[in-house]
């Protein structure tokens, strides 16, 4: 914000920039001031926000941050049962006409497939190759006096000029993206490695989110380098469903469900925040420290990381949902409260019973060794479900099922899970061992 104030005001706009201890306190100071009596806005990211400046008769534009109005989303999902992200992502396509070929009657998906995603959930390269470099900014005096006014007790490493926070910033950062990230993006998408906190993910979100960059630019990009033949379609097609896609589907369901959805906690938990989520040395898990350990660097970690790692623990061992928002959303930098609901509330926590994702993100340690590099370096075995050094997470997943086996019984994608859950001989031993792993966890001893 203090960046923009200053390009405006080079751009010839006068602005006043006031620092108060409301919103409404803020603008009621400013109208006195100015003896103003008619306020324009586009309409806030935030639906107390719209709500708050509803209240104080404040005139709303269209919010043009996105490429789907949330009155359009709304739209789009009356006329349907199931809110299917792949249904809305082939409209988004053709209306947009992003990687469509239109010279085609009627007109078809570049590279003849809407969806590459089997293309690109490969595990991680073994080969200790070095993924793509992105440029740290100088922090110059504008950022200085930001961090010289932080209170001392804030989480995690100092900002150190790794966000874009100009226009200027986004573009480099975007432009870098396309040369560099964008073609080894899809491959490796959904690999996590201990030591490489970004791999080919754009780190995009933030700049996006702060309206630095817009999503129409950041398509167009990455489908020029695809038309150009420097990126191949399954990367491009990845990176555009998300941008498109995912992005897009998460803030039209958040209008849409709204104010109800921030309350949802349809498997009843109920367990704190850990001490594992709060510093990289408070637990043996090395999978989570080694992800706490990028969110306390760079107040980032990718998506995988945060839905299988830290969403996947925070679901199998029943973390309140409003917490694990509240402490997402304080955590990291692309944070806000349209992207954290449904991503931690519908996708992660399976807190809306179904509402967005159609089976909870569940998993045991197999998948995390799988995609993962962290086992090898761990206390835990991902094989063991049961004993002093079997993996959390394994025991967890089946803990989790027959925790949740009422609820989950009604959901017919998880019918095999829950009858390999029935099979096992010794569930019960997992579910003594799941208590004294939950113990643990509370007391920051795992
Ligand atoms: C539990 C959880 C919490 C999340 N919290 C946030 C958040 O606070 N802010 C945020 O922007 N994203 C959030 N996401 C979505 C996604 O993980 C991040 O957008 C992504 O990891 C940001 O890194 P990137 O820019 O390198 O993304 P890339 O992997 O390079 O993806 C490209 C872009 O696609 C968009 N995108 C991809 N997936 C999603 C998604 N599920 N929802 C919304 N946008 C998406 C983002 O704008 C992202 O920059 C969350 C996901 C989960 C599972
Ligand atoms: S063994 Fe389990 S806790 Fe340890 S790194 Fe692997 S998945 Fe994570």
């Given at each position: 914000?203090?960046?923009?104030?200053?390009?405006l005001r080079?751009?010839?706009?006068?602005v006043?920039?006031r620092?108060?201890?409301?919103?409404?306190?803020?603008?009621?100071?400013?109208?006195?001031e100015?003896?103003?009596e008619?306020?324009?806005?586009?309409?806030?990211?935030?639906?107390?926000?719209?709500?708050?400046?509803?209240q104080?008769?404040?005139?709303?534009?269209?919010?043009?941050?996105?490429?789907?109005?949330?009155d359009?989303f709304a739209?789009?999902?009356a006329?349907?049962n199931?809110?299917?992200?792949?249904?809305?992502?082939?409209?988004q396509?053709?209306r947009?006409?992003i990687?469509?070929?239109?010279?085609?009657?009627?007109?078809?998906?570049?590279?003849?497939?809407?969806?590459?995603?089997h293309?690109?959930?490969?595990?991680?390269?073994?080969?200790?190759?070095?993924?793509?470099?992105?440029?740290?900014?100088?922090?110059?005096?504008?950022?200085?006096?930001?961090?010289?006014?932080?209170?001392?007790?804030?989480?995690?490493?100092?900002?150190?000029?790794?966000?874009?926070?100009?226009?200027?910033?986004?573009?480099?950062?975007?432009?870098?993206?396309?040369?560099?990230?964008?073609?080894?993006?899809?491959p490796?998408?959904d690999?996590?490695?201990?030591?490489?906190?970004?791999?080919?993910?754009?780190?995009?979100?933030?700049?996006?989110?702060?309206?630095?960059?817009?999503?129409?630019?950041?398509?167009?990009?990455?489908?020029?380098?695809?038309?150009?033949?420097?990126?191949?379609?399954?990367?491009?097609e990845?990176?555009?469903?998300?941008?498109?896609g995912?992005?897009?589907?998460?803030?039209?369901?958040y209008?849409?469900?709204?104010?109800?959805?921030?309350?949802a906690?349809?498997?009843?938990?109920?367990?704190?925040?850990?001490?594992?989520?709060?510093?990289?040395?408070?637990?043996?898990?090395?999978?989570?420290?080694?992800?706490?350990?990028?969110v306390?660097?760079?107040?980032?970690a990718?998506?995988?990381?945060?839905?299988?790692?830290l969403g996947?623990?925070?679901?199998?061992?029943?973390?309140?949902?409003?917490?694990?928002v509240?402490?997402m959303?304080?955590?990291?930098?692309?944070?806000?409260?349209?992207?954290?609901?449904?991503?931690?509330?519908?996708?992660a926590?399976?807190?809306d019973?179904?509402?967005?994702?159609?089976?909870?993100y569940?998993?045991?340690?197999?998948y995390l060794?799988?995609?993962?590099?962290?086992?090898?370096?761990?206390?835990?075995?991902?094989?063991?479900?049961?004993?002093?050094d079997?993996?959390?997470?394994?025991?967890?997943?089946?803990?989790?099922?027959?925790?949740?086996?009422?609820?989950?019984?009604?959901?017919?994608?998880?019918?095999?899970?829950?009858?390999?859950?029935?099979?096992?001989?010794?569930?019960?031993a997992?579910?003594?061992?799941?208590?004294?792993?939950?113990?643990?966890?509370d007391?920051?001893?795992?």
């Amino acid at each position: 914000m203090a960046h923009f104030v200053e390009e405006l005001r080079e751009e010839g706009f006068a602005v006043d920039h006031r620092v108060a201890p409301s919103l409404p306190a803020g603008l009621q100071a400013h109208c006195d001031e100015f003896k103003v009596e008619r306020v324009l806005a586009m309409e806030p990211m935030s639906w107390d926000g719209r709500r708050m400046l509803e209240q104080l008769d404040v005139d709303l534009v269209p919010n043009d941050q996105f490429l789907c109005h949330y009155d359009d989303f709304a739209s789009w999902a009356a006329e349907r049962n199931a809110l299917k992200l792949e249904d809305f992502y082939r409209w988004q396509r053709l209306r947009l006409n992003i990687l469509i070929n239109t010279s085609e009657t009627p007109p078809q998906p570049a590279g003849g497939q809407w969806n590459f995603d089997h293309d690109n959930r490969e595990p991680p390269p073994k080969d200790g190759r070095a993924w793509p470099a992105i440029t740290t900014f100088e922090l110059d005096d504008i950022d200085r006096s930001i961090i010289d006014g932080f209170a001392d007790n804030l989480w995690g490493a100092m900002p150190d000029g790794v966000w874009p926070v100009t226009r200027t910033q986004a573009l480099v950062r975007l432009s870098e993206f396309v040369e560099t990230g964008l073609a080894p993006f899809g491959p490796h998408e959904d690999a996590m490695l201990a030591e490489e906190w970004k791999l080919a993910h754009s780190v995009l979100a933030s700049s996006l989110n702060l309206g630095l960059l817009h999503p129409r630019e950041v398509v167009e990009a990455a489908e020029a380098a695809f038309r150009n033949g420097d990126a191949p379609i399954n990367s491009v097609e990845g990176f555009v469903r998300q941008i498109i896609g995912w992005r897009e589907y998460v803030w039209g369901v958040y209008w849409l469900w709204m104010p109800d959805y921030r309350a949802a906690n349809a498997l009843d938990a109920h367990r704190p925040i850990p001490p594992a989520f709060l510093k990289p040395t408070a637990t043996h898990m090395a999978c989570v420290s080694s992800v706490i350990d990028h969110v306390d660097a760079h107040g980032y970690a990718h998506h995988i990381e945060r839905l299988m790692v830290l969403g996947n623990l925070a679901l199998t061992a029943g973390i309140d949902p409003q917490a694990m928002v509240d402490w997402m959303w304080s955590s990291f930098v692309d944070g806000a409260e349209w992207v954290m609901l449904p991503n931690v509330i519908g996708m992660a926590l399976f807190a809306d019973g179904g509402q967005m994702a159609t089976k909870p993100y569940a998993s045991g340690g197999a998948y995390l060794n799988k995609m993962g590099n962290s086992c090898k370096a761990c206390r835990y075995d991902p094989k063991k479900r049961t004993g002093n050094d079997a993996c959390p997470f394994t025991t967890l997943y089946w803990d989790f099922l027959a925790r949740n086996e009422r609820v989950l019984a009604g959901n017919h994608r998880m019918s095999r899970q829950l009858a390999g859950m029935r099979r096992l001989s010794d569930l019960s031993a997992v579910r003594e061992r799941a208590e004294v792993v939950l113990n643990a966890l509370d007391e920051g001893t795992l």
